[in-house]
């Protein structure tokens, strides 16, 4: 199947490593234009070299902390002077700390919604006049299958990334009639550096080997395994593709079967 994604320009966000760097990559193959962002430079300049070297499409990079302020007007001044118009922009920020929502301090509820939610809705703003007056734009947002079935001690995931729903579930409304699509596609256990941080972190919590948690957690999900980023960032591809233009307002799951509701 032809995405349609030659030429594109994409704005990736926190895509230095894990699903970010993955989706890139996706897009990349597919003949866009990526933009990756991230906060070390080493690490960008390096996933571009191999972004590059992949083709057909090409990779570009700019430093940027999501968390930092004036993160916005970086993002939008970077991609406007490295891609100039952008056609797709795919949301994705850091995964917060593990722990119980009782344990978290109004500090940590105020910088992470900074960083997870008020930023994605401004730069998103930001960016959706230009799709709308093109007539074609894509907006996906990376949340998690914790916004469908809350993940026991992941409760500032699971209660910001639910914010990104209904936002982009009214976003979504606002803009189908210009031809701009705006998606959510949730993971599940996506085998990336983030899942090994949390699968460590629960082996210290239980005071199991790490080897036992890992093991239990691939028991738990249908597939009896963990996801490859290349699976999931092949349905990412298609949902900010040509061929995926009647397709806005969703959740997409990709998460071997785990999520026990219909």
């Known amino acids: 199947m032809d995405l349609g994604l ?34 070390g430079e080493e690490r960008l300049k390096l996933a571009c070299t191999e972004l590059n070297a992949k083709g057909p499409g090409t990779a570009d990079y700019l430093i940027a902390d999501f968390s930092a302020p004036g993160v916005v007007d970086t993002l939008v001044r970077g991609a406007k002077e490295k891609l100039g118009a952008v056609d797709i922009l795919v949301n994705n920020t850091g995964g917060p700390p593990p722990g119980k929502v009782t344990d978290v301090v109004p500090e940590i509820w105020d910088t992470q919604f900074a960083a997870m939610v008020r930023n994605v809705f401004v ?22 299958s914790g916004v469908v079935q809350p993940i026991p001690n992941l409760g500032i995931s699971n209660a910001l990334r639910s914010a990104l729903v ?32 949390l699968d460590a972190a629960a082996a210290k919590r239980t005071g199991k080997p790490v080897e036992e948690v890992s093991a239990a957690s691939r028991a738990s999900i249908p ?23 009647y397709v806005t307002g969703t959740v997409m799951r990709c998460d071997g079967g785990s999520i026990q509701s219909v």
């Open 123 to 144: 730069l998103t703003a930001a960016l959706v006049p230009d799709m709308r007056e093109r007539g074609w734009g894509r907006i996906l947002t990376l949340a998690s």
């Open 6 to 39: 030659s030429g594109k320009s994409a704005l990736v966000l926190a895509s230095s490593r894990g699903l970010g760097l993955g989706v890139a990559t996706a897009l990349v193959q597919e003949g866009a234009r990526v933009l990756i962002t991230g906060r």
């Open 223 to 245: 597939a009896r395994r963990y996801g490859r980023v290349e699976e999931f960032a092949a349905v990412a591809a298609f949902l900010v593709s040509e061929p995926a233009s």
């Open 166 to 197: 209904g936002w982009s579930k009214t976003l979504s409304a606002e803009i189908a009639a210009d031809g701009v699509t705006a998606n959510i596609l949730a993971p599940g256990r996506i085998h990336t550096e983030r899942v090994d941080e």
